[in-house]
């Protein structure tokens, strides 16, 4: 129990575009999901939390206008990056809670290549 | 401002040893502290939850432990495998109403055959 996909696992795209990256959880409902982002060799940044049906918080310096995040139903988050540069080229990992939020798990990640 | 470090960076070892990998935070006012496992390009497997009534939780060949006061957590790996090379990333949920973790910097693990 307990799965979280992502959905793609890799995209490549042009730099101005906008790209969704779809973050599910398969067999729970998740009141919380999070959204983290990992440079290469570096450790996890927490970009944001959101959850379902509100707003999300954004953590310290990440730009709310350019990582639009929506969190629509318990299963299903997403994250837009708009206007994509190459500087938004990233590991992006998801995870999801229930119920207590006492542990978290994770999704597989998208990596994103901006050309 | 909750800081998670771990020590060492990288660490390469034959197959068979027993090896600690230590994670550090500055704060003790945590929930639970977690063990993850990440593979190159890859998302993340927890290894081990420990609760902080918890001071250590077991399984398999792994075994964490953790002291709060000191603010340490260590992973004790027994009887290495290749198949155990990854990088290792703990995490604590801080005490803070809110519900995001914060990882340590990881430490990066080859055993070699």
């Known amino acids: 129990g307990a799965v979280v996909s992502q959905h793609p696992s890799w995209v490549i795209c042009k730099s101005g575009t906008s790209v969704k990256i779809e973050c599910r959880s398969l067999?729970?409902?998740?009141?919380?999901m999070f959204w983290y982002r990992q440079f290469p060799k570096q450790s996890l940044m927490l970009m944001a939390t959101s959850n379902e049906g509100s707003k999300a918080t954004y953590e310290q310096g990440v730009e709310k206008d350019k990582f639009l995040i929506n969190h629509a139903s318990l299963t299903l988050s997403t994250l837009t990056v708009t206007s994509a540069h190459p500087e938004d080229s990233s590991f992006y990992i998801c995870s999801a809670s229930r119920g207590s939020v006492n542990e978290q798990f994770f999704g597989p990640g998208t990596r994103l290549t901006v050309l | 401002k909750q800081e998670v470090t771990q020590i060492p960076a990288a660490l390469s070892v034959p197959e068979g040893e027993n090896l600690v990998l230590n994670c550090s935070f500055t704060d003790s006012a945590i929930y639970n502290l977690q063990w993850f496992r990440q593979d190159p390009g890859k998302g993340l497997t927890s290894l081990l939850l420990?609760?902080?009534?918890?001071r250590e939780q077991t399984s398999g060949r792994l075994n964490a432990s953790l002291d709060k006061s000191s603010g340490r957590s260590t992973l004790y790996i027994a009887a290495s495998q290749p198949g155990d090379s990854a990088t290792y990333l703990c995490?604590?949920?801080?005490?803070?109403?809110?519900?995001?973790?914060?990882f340590g910097t990881g430490t990066r693990l080859k055993v070699l055959a």
């Open positions: 420990i609760q902080s009534s918890q």
């Open positions: 067999d729970f409902q998740a009141t919380t």
């Open positions: 995490a604590v949920r801080p005490y803070t109403g809110t519900y995001k973790y914060i």
